[in-house]
């Protein structure tokens, strides 16, 4: 397993702002994903990070709006960028395990994001 | 668009029963399925994974596959208010690394 810091853990933002969120693991990793979860509804993929390189964007999703970084293989950042209401939302990084695992998602506490 | 389908719920349960969970999905060649449990305000945690056909048992979890009719199931067993969650049913894109998720089953465990 991996032990994943997320941060904040909540905010509450103003329309047109900007909100960084941070995720530290434990141990080095490939691959880190960023889902989405907006309320009542399940986890969508925003980007795949990868360390070296830029990220992956799922359909619907854009790096101008969604900028991320991944510095090293043990952090991320995800930026939502001029943020509306329609942002508001669970965002969660998360991890595969490692070696046989590798499949199984560990995933980061959660940010929760309201946007006035 | 790959797909992973489940009933909302809420499934309600009097605690001792056994509940079902059922999810299908589209994408005929997909190998890998997770059972995920979220309770409320937290994050998904996985609680088993299946491979291939049949089932597999882990405690008071079943977790049953059938690649023909692109169909998962978990069972709990002698459910308890504590597992009182919402299951989220996840398959593993064959097309690369991501994971997609289904909507989820609100479960209620009655004591």
């Known amino acids: 397993s991996a032990v994943i810091s997320q941060k904040p853990s909540r905010d509450i933002c103003q329309r047109g702002t900007s909100l960084t969120i941070q995720c530290q693991v434990d141990?080095?990793?490939?691959?880190m994903f960023w889902y989405r979860q907006q309320p009542g509804q399940s986890l969508t993929l925003i980007a795949t990070a990868n360390q070296g390189s830029e990220a992956t964007y799922e359909s619907g999703f854009v790096i101008d709006k969604f900028p991320i970084s991944r510095p090293n293989l043990t952090f991320s950042t995800l930026t939502v960028s001029n943020m509306s209401p329609e942002d508001s939302s669970i965002y969660l990084c998360?991890?595969?395990?490692?070696?046989?695992?590798?499949?199984?998602?560990?995933f980061g506490s959660g940010t929760q994001l309201s946007v006035l | 668009q790959k797909e992973v389908e489940q009933n909302s719920g809420p499934l309600s349960v009097p605690e001792g029963a056994i509940a079902s969970l059922n999810c299908t999905y589209s994408d005929r060649v997909s190998q890998s399925f997770f059972w995920y449990r979220q309770y409320s305000g937290k994050s998904p945690e996985l609680i088993m994974s299946?491979?291939?056909?049949g089932d597999k048992e882990d405690g008071r979890f079943t977790a049953q596959l059938n690649k023909a009719s692109q169909y998962v199931s978990l069972l709990i067993r002698d459910s308890q208010p504590s597992d009182s969650a919402t299951y989220l049913c996840?398959?593993?894109?064959?097309?690369?690394?991501?994971?997609?998720f289904g909507a989820g089953t609100r479960l209620f465990v009655k004591a």
């Open positions: 299946i491979y291939s056909n």
């Open positions: 141990s080095q990793v490939t691959m």
């Open positions: 998360s991890v595969a395990g490692r070696g046989a695992t590798n499949e199984k998602l560990f």
């Open positions: 996840a398959v593993r894109d064959t097309g690369g690394f991501k994971t997609i």
